[in-house]
């Protein structure tokens, strides 16, 4: 086994300890760091990901994975080029208006982060006009609004409506989930994807970015 595939391994099985040591082991043998990321870390991440749609695993082995590739991610840092393309574009992630929910929220950060999004994550109850504020940076290709009660689908709506609205519209794409939320309701008001978990959602947004 190389050690890229070994910190695959130890990333898919939560290893967060044994991470660090392995990544600094793969760069004293010659290993690309870039290819230690994207091989070792978000492939593994995407397989994890596979496996949680597959219920094969639950949302505690994908957090422990997905903070395992975190561990493994800051050890790389130091030895990414300035001009290493580390990440696949930002996303900005954020619960609506009235909603205090963050759970959800919080895992699909934690999955954006290990596609490969460097992630804004706007907190909860947050207002539409501030979605539309971080939506303008032109390093955004994804916004993520989520809603947990159906009392506040209004509120998503309200803030979808606003992003469509923006004059970048054409430069990111919104995606909504959540437990009320379905896939007609999202085409009904006109976000670009619906998604039932935090796996879909990172496996999505990277399809965007990447094709």
Same mark, same amino acid.
């Given at each position: ?14 290893? +967060? ?14 290993? &690309? ?20 749609? %597959? ?11 997905? %903070? +395992? ?35 959800? *929220? ?18 909860? &109850? ?10 303008? &940076?032109?390093?955004? *290709? ?15 709506? &309200? ?9 970048? %519209? ?8 959540? +437990? ?25 947004? *990277? +399809?965007?970015?990447?094709?």
């Amino acid at each position: 086994m190389s050690k890229i595939e070994e910190i695959a391994s130890m990333v898919e099985r939560g290893k +967060a300890k044994l991470i660090p040591g392995l990544v600094e082991e793969a760069i004293a043998e010659g290993c &690309d760091p870039v290819e230690i990321l994207n091989k070792g870390m978000i492939d593994a991440m995407s397989v994890v990901g596979e496996k949680f749609q %597959r219920n094969e695993i639950f949302v505690p082995e994908m957090l422990v994975a997905a %903070r +395992a590739m975190k561990k493994g991610v800051e050890a790389l840092k130091p030895h990414l080029g300035s001009d290493a393309n580390v990440s696949i574009g930002k996303a900005v992630v954020g619960t609506v208006q009235g909603d205090l929910h963050d759970i959800g *929220k919080n895992l699909v950060c934690l999955m954006l982060e290990s596609a490969g999004f460097l992630v804004q994550d706007l907190g909860v &109850d947050v207002p539409k006009e501030r979605f539309l504020e971080a939506a303008a &940076d032109p390093e955004v *290709k994804i916004v993520g609004v989520s809603a947990l009660l159906t009392t506040t689908m209004p509120a998503m709506r &309200d803030t979808v409506a606003l992003l469509n609205e923006a004059p970048n %519209r054409a430069d990111f794409k919104v995606m909504v989930g959540g +437990a009320p939320i379905t896939a007609e309701f999202a085409a009904e008001i006109g976000a670009d994807a619906y998604t039932t978990d935090a796996a879909s959602c990172a496996s999505v947004a *990277k +399809a965007f970015v990447t094709g």
